[in-house]
């Protein structure tokens, strides 16, 4: 199992730029439209109740053009989640493991396993449906921003933090 | 003192221990309902003798309850030393039952506050890293008692090699009221100023919620209207209230600065430094150098000056406590240069970063904070004309913007870092300098971030993050960036030494 983590850079340096990443899961892409739907749904619910029975007639006489402005922010939205989601990658070398993310700003992070205090893993409902974990790993200090992979396979999951498990203990 | 204490079955605390709790509940709830009490003296006249009997039964009643459950707290509050584990059980109703490893213990800390001096005992702390809930305090123990108990912990685990007999070594750094004097004068006190009003503000708005559902707001609201008319009318009043502020600044620094570091003794020892400082409440502090995750000189123009810098350890937090942040921030005020010297040559090698080369951020960096406070005064002077709608408030401009365009020249102009094998330099600061110096293989994790518009200038943030709080190195060359990125992977990556 090591054999699928290894990665074959013993250089005195390790040179971040030179990793292989990883994709995350594509099907969590579908959780994230899910949980997208989900809120839409409520804003546009928001939206009918307020032109059914709040607002007066002269406000929804431009309703139209209220409802074109919210479909255009969501499509937005939309597009920039689909195009953000190929930049989410994950790699994993000897001693430490790699986040990136990020369309607009990119973020890259690296955990060395020495520091690591736990590691975790958890399944939200949308992503069970589809077999999806997510991994967070907690170093010390104020662990507030730590590395969360979100969506990857239960079995992927469990097996970096086998893995990392391994690791911490040598 | 060899141990004439037996700590392998329990002991209690010494039996002043119970005035020390009494009077710390008492405090407690003086605390909570003094705006109540105020509100029942202030119309004490009016209250018929037959009721005052009631108040004044009620008062002993309280006196009396706080008291029996000072006692009982004191009864349950048991302590013992068991297999190198530190082992307490407390609790009137809910009994906790606490142990505690020995290399889980970070700090043992000696405190005093006014009334511990007066009965002259000893509030022992014992801080462990990791979950903040298991620290401990007890609350009175003699002076002979808490150092048994501590040398009874040290000597189980490396913690104070020396044995702390009164060894009379000199102070590194000795502060009396003179330089104090010095230390508060040249605060920052716009700082001060600024927590004093937070401060004021959050009496008032306490006050407020009180008056509120009383319903006396109008005569307060009145009073603050009638004020305020008088102000824009009066550049007198302005003049006035300018001065006032100063001598509150002042004020402010002083006792602040008196309060906390009042007769700073740091003394310098194997592994670790001892701290002792304090007024009303007295502390001492044993700061093991493993622990120091990271230091920070600072000093400030004033400062400068007549030659002083402050220190700030970082130490290791556990966890998303905020308050508990601020406790394990330990500043030393008033140090020399030579002094800045020894502590730093105590903790690390740094002649190589000092020596190395001085770099700076890319001039993205300049353009980015131009970029953002131009947008925030432009937010700052549509929202004052739309709410004053007079055109005189633009000509202020003229005073700000040079202001603005110096500060934001300065705080380019300190940003810098330096890069060694071992160790990192940051230096920032608006109107103090901070220059921060981190051994990299303490960092934790490493962060890189990029814009679009960064990446266009080719240029990306290093946030470094360390079990003390974040370092940032904002809008350096990507390549540099690649390299501390690689660097300092390598370093925590291949070092055997703990972090903590």
Redesign the interface.
């Known amino acids: 199992m090591t054999n699928y983590f290894k990665n074959d850079l013993v250089s005195e340096l390790p040179d971040i730029t030179k990793i292989e990443f990883k994709k995350i899961d594509k099907s969590y892409f579908k959780v994230i439209l899910i949980n997208f739907f989900l809120v839409i749904g409520l804003f546009l619910a928001g939206l009918i109740v307020l032109h059914q029975f709040v607002f007066p007639d002269y406000l929804n006489e431009y309703i139209l053009y209220l409802y074109l402005l919210f479909t255009f922010l969501f499509l937005l939205i939309f597009i920039f989640e689909k195009m953000s989601f190929s930049k989410r990658k994950y790699a994993l070398r000897e001693k430490d493991i790699s986040y990136k993310e990020g369309l607009i700003v990119k973020k890259l992070t690296t955990v060395p396993f020495s520091r690591i205090q736990h590691v975790e893993t958890d399944e939200k409902p949308f992503s069970r449906l589809f077999g999806l974990s997510s991994l967070s790993v907690y170093t010390a200090g104020d662990s507030s921003d730590d590395l969360v992979i979100k969506g990857i396979k239960k079995e992927t999951a469990l097996q970096i933090k086998e893995f990392i498990s391994i690791k911490i203990n040598e | 003192m060899n141990n004439s204490f037996d700590f392998s079955s329990f002991s209690k605390q010494s039996p002043k221990g119970i005035f020390v709790i009494y009077t710390a509940l008492i405090y407690k709830v003086l605390k909570a309902t003094w705006l109540l009490l105020f509100i029942v003296f202030k119309d004490f006249s009016e209250i018929s003798s037959f009721n005052v009997n009631y108040i004044y039964a009620g008062f002993v009643f309280i006196l009396l309850f706080l008291l029996i459950r000072a006692i009982l707290i004191y009864k349950n509050f048991q302590f013992k030393i068991k297999d190198d584990h530190f082992i307490l059980n407390q609790g009137i109703l809910k009994k906790t039952n606490t142990a505690i490893p020995f290399h889980r213990i970070q700090n043992i800390n000696f405190k005093q506050n006014i009334f511990q001096q007066i009965i002259n005992v000893y509030e022992v702390s014992i801080e462990t890293?990791g979950t903040s809930k298991t620290e401990i305090s007890i609350k009175a123990l003699s002076l002979e008692k808490a150092t048994a108990l501590k040398e009874i912990i040290a000597t189980n685990k490396e913690f104070n090699s020396e044995n702390n007999i009164e060894t009379e070594i000199k102070p590194l750094l000795n502060i009396d009221v003179k330089e104090l004097f010095k230390v508060s004068l040249t605060e920052n006190h716009l700082q001060n100023l600024f927590l004093f009003l937070a401060l004021l503000i959050g009496f008032f708005q306490q006050l407020q919620q009180f008056t509120d559902s009383i319903g006396k707001t109008e005569t307060l609201d009145g009073f603050i209207k009638e004020n305020t008319n008088a102000l824009t009318t009066s550049l007198f009043l302005i003049f006035i209230l300018l001065i006032a502020l100063i001598v509150i600044a002042l004020i402010t620094s002083f006792v602040r600065v008196f309060l906390v570091h009042f007769n700073l003794k740091v003394y310098l020892k194997e592994n670790a430094y001892e701290i002792n400082q304090g007024l009303f409440t007295k502390k001492s502090i044993v700061l093991k150098k493993g622990k120091v995750?990271h230091i920070r000189i600072s000093t400030n123009p004033l400062k400068q000056l007549i030659g002083i810098y402050f220190v700030t350890f970082k130490q290791?937090?556990?966890?998303?406590t905020n308050s508990k942040?601020k406790e394990k921030l330990i500043r030393i005020v008033g140090c020399k240069k030579d002094q800045i010297e020894t502590i730093k040559n105590s903790l690390f090698h740094f002649s190589d970063v000092e020596n190395s080369l001085k770099k700076f951020p890319d001039n993205y960096y300049k353009r980015r904070i131009f970029l953002f406070t131009f947008l925030f005064l432009i937010i700052v002077y549509t929202a004052l004309y739309l709410t004053f709608s007079r055109i005189e408030i633009f000509y202020s401009i003229l005073l700000v913007i040079p202001i603005v365009v110096f500060l934001v020249f300065t705080k380019v102009k300190k940003r810098f870092y330096k890069t060694s094998d071992s160790m990192l330099l940051v230096g920032k600061g608006l109107l103090e300098t901070h220059i921060t110096y981190l051994e990299i293989f303490k960092?934790?994790?490493?962060?890189?971030?990029?814009?679009?518009f960064q990446?266009r200038s080719n240029v990306a943030d290093i946030i470094l993050?360390?079990?003390?709080?974040?370092i940032k190195i904002p809008c350096i060359p990507f390549s540099d960036a690649?390299n501390i990125?690689?660097?300092t992977?390598?370093k925590?990556?291949n070092t055997n030494k703990e972090?903590?």
């Open positions: 890293a995750q290791a937090v556990s966890g998303k942040k960092v934790q994790n490493i962060k890189m971030k990029q814009t679009i990446k993050q360390t079990a003390s709080g974040k690649i990125y690689n660097h992977l390598y925590v990556e972090w903590m």
